[in-house]
Antibody, heavy 120, light 113 residues
Framework: QVQLVESGGGVVQPGRSLRLSCAASGFTFSDYAIHWVRQAPGKGPEWVAVISYDGTNKYYAESVKGRFTISRDNSKNTLYVQMNSLRPEDTAVYYC?????????????WGQGTLVTVSS | DIVMTQSPDSLAVSLGERATINCKSSQSILYSSNNKNYLAWYQQKPGQPPKLLIYWASTRESGVPARFSGSGSGTHFTLTISSLQAEDVAVYYCQQYYSTPYSFGQGTNLEIK
């Protein structure tokens, strides 16, 4: 069965950095685009970034461009996001989500999420 | 950027009755070359991630009950639950994947009347 498990969240001060990971299993990881989607407390989801199946193409939301970097290691079936210069408005549950085959920018499987809190 | 607007924000429907949720995009999300609408619907229950229900505006995801259906084209879309069950209580979101940033609606909170 498809599983996505995020880790690396926590409490961090504004301006600091954090790296999240997403471990995938139950499918051929290297065949799929994978996304990061976040959800602030009490708000709707917000798409953050996507990386293509082979890592060659990456796209970001304007709100994180230049601060966040998405990457993947297909040999380890793992997705990452390096988050720098964190701001209080980055506080959210961060989900990794698989791009659906054939409708790649919709999300057919999601992890349970990891909470990032940016606060002094 | 494409803005997605859902209506209503909240909806209370009796068990067994029809529930209808609307979603409007600020520009057309119909791609003319393949005649597909780049719209998905998700269901989110408390403490859980969103779950994909519908993609291409009207294609039901595998395992999703037939009482869920999607319709619409261009800029106006609808999610219909034909006969509301207790387990359908959730927040529902539409999402466009026509262009980045892939934006969601603000959500519709569906409750039992």
């Amino acid at each position: 069965q498809v599983q996505l498990v995020e880790s690396g969240g926590g409490v961090v001060q504004p301006g600091r950095s954090l790296r999240l990971s997403c471990a995938a299993s139950g499918f051929t990881f290297s065949d799929y685009a994978i996304h990061w989607v976040r959800q602030a407390p009490g708000k709707g989801p917000e798409w953050v970034a996507v990386i293509s199946y082979d890592g060659t193409n990456k796209y970001y939301a304007e709100s994180v461009k230049g601060r966040f970097t998405i990457s993947r290691d297909n040999s380890k079936n793992t997705l990452y996001v390096q988050m720098n210069s964190l701001r209080p408005e980055d506080t959210a549950v961060y989900y990794c989500a698989r791009g659906k085959a054939g409708a790649t920018m919709s999300f057919d499987y999601w992890g349970q999420g990891t909470l990032v809190t940016v606060s002094s | 950027d494409i803005v997605m607007t859902q209506s209503p924000d909240s909806l209370a429907v009796s068990l067994g009755e029809r529930a209808t949720i609307n979603c409007k995009s600020s520009q057309s999300i119909l791609y003319s070359s393949n005649n597909k609408n780049y719209l998905a619907w998700y269901q989110q229950k408390p403490g859980q991630p969103p779950k994909l229900l519908i993609y291409w505006a009207s294609t039901r995801e595998s395992g999703v009950p037939a009482r869920f259906s999607g319709s619409g084209s261009g800029t106006h879309f609808t999610l219909t639950i034909s006969s509301l069950q207790a387990e359908d209580v959730a927040v529902y979101y539409c999402q466009q994947y026509y262009s980045t940033p892939y934006s969601f609606g603000q959500g519709t909170n569906l409750e039992i009347k």
